[in-house]
């Protein structure tokens, strides 16, 4: 297997975010925040040598996404938690969760990470376009089943919109 550069990768996730979703307001590519925005996440988030931020969600003062190519960062009220690229099985939407308060993918704000473990965790980030890209361009890590990226789109009903199938392209 050919191992991806930190710049390998981020090129092939920019690729996938702006051909299945783009720049929002608040959650962008990481280098396209302005200097103060990337400033503050540097500082609240430091960067390994073997790591390359890759995607940034600035909501507010107080809570912010910071995706790098080897971790998932969320900061929350000065408090960050971390989850490992590597550990993440799936990547997906609570769809029942966006049913029960009548929202859709185009108003739907949280994106979810089953771990290897099994364990669930959830981060904020813009509706719509930016949230799609976003998921889309994280389906693609390498080493990982293409398939493993979409689990839990496959077993949402046909009533669910969902992005483009992970995999696609590149894989």
Known sequence: MTEWSPDDLKRAWTRRFMKSGGNGVHTRLFDDHNTAVRNRLLAATPISSDEVP???????????????TRRVVSISDGLSSALAVGSVRAISVDFEAMRAARKTLLDWGELRFETLTGEFRSVRLEPGHPLSGVWNALGFIPGRP???????????????????RAGRGLG
């Open 54 to 68: 890759v995607f940034a969600s600035f909501e507010s003062e107080t809570y912010s996404v910071l995706i790098t």
């Open 146 to 164: 293409r398939h493993a990226a979409i689990l839990s789109q496959s077993t949402a009903s046909a009533e669910s919109p969902s992005p483009r």
